[in-house]
């Protein structure tokens, strides 16, 4: 059973770059796309990006400028740069597989909580 | 690329049914029955319920259905139950190649 695992720094200074990886345990990452989303404190669900095993990505145009999703050089995790952070990207950030043949976001890693304040 | 609309929240007394809409364009919803459906009770992480518009993973009861028509989607909950009291999230895949979320809807059991 696949298990997600998100990590990294929860606190971030304004106009720094926010990183997080994602340790991917009981599959391979040559199966699927695997996404990062996040959640700001109250508010809903905002699809980040996503990225396949040989690196290929996607990402949402709000956001593009500033991100970059690849997969780790051991190939069981990837990881999230966000540049140019403002509070504004203060949020928990979720990883997940795009399961479903590509279509769904199953399983979800736990989230983690990044600040972004001086 | 703009979110996808849903209500912001919907009630019901238990045993009762409530339905959820999902509304899109003919850029997301209308162009793919690749609508997916999300459980998020507070603190906790998102759990897929309901993919491709209609279908369940193992293990979600059959009293989550899901159906399409045209740009909207929607998510019904039949015979309500407390433990059903959550926010609720569609998500569809775009003709960008990219996902978008809906706005969210807090259901509660009254």
């Known amino acids: 059973q696949v298990q997600l695992q998100e990590s990294g720094p929860g606190l971030v200074k304004p106009s720094e770059t926010l990183s997080l990886t994602c340790s991917v345990s009981?599959?391979?990452?040559?199966?699927?796309?695997w996404s990062w989303i996040r959640q700001p404190p109250g508010k809903g669900l905002e699809w980040i990006g996503n990225?396949?095993?040989?690196?290929?990505?996607n990402y949402n145009p709000s956001l593009k400028s500033r991100v970059t999703i690849s997969v780790g050089t051991s190939k069981n995790h990837f990881s999230l740069k966000l540049s140019s952070v403002t509070a504004a990207d203060t949020a928990v950030y979720y990883c997940?597989?795009?399961?479903?043949?590509?279509?769904?976001?199953?399983?979800w890693g736990q989230g983690t909580l990044v600040t972004v304040s001086s | 690329q703009s979110a996808l609309t849903q209500p912001p929240s919907v009630s019901g007394s238990p045993g009762q049914s409530v339905t959820i809409s999902c509304t899109g364009t003919?850029?997301?919803?209308?162009?793919?029955?690749?609508v997916s459906w999300y459980q998020q009770p507070p603190g906790t992480a998102p759990k897929l319920m309901v993919y491709?518009?209609?279908n369940r993973p193992s293990g979600v009861p059959d009293r989550f259905s899901g159906s399409k028509s045209g740009n909207t989607a929607s998510l019904t909950i039949s015979g309500l139950q407390a433990e059903d009291e959550a926010d609720y999230y569609c998500?569809?895949?775009?003709?960008?190649?990219?996902?978008?979320f809906g706005t969210g809807t807090k259901v509660t059991v009254l």
């Open positions: 990225v396949l095993y040989s690196g290929g990505t």
């Open positions: 491709d518009v209609t």
């Open positions: 997940a597989r795009n399961n479903c043949g590509g279509d769904c976001f199953d399983p």
């Open positions: 009981g599959g391979s990452l040559s199966t699927s796309y």
């Open positions: 003919s850029s997301d919803v209308g162009s793919y029955n690749r």
């Open positions: 998500s569809s895949y775009t003709t960008s190649s990219t996902f978008v």
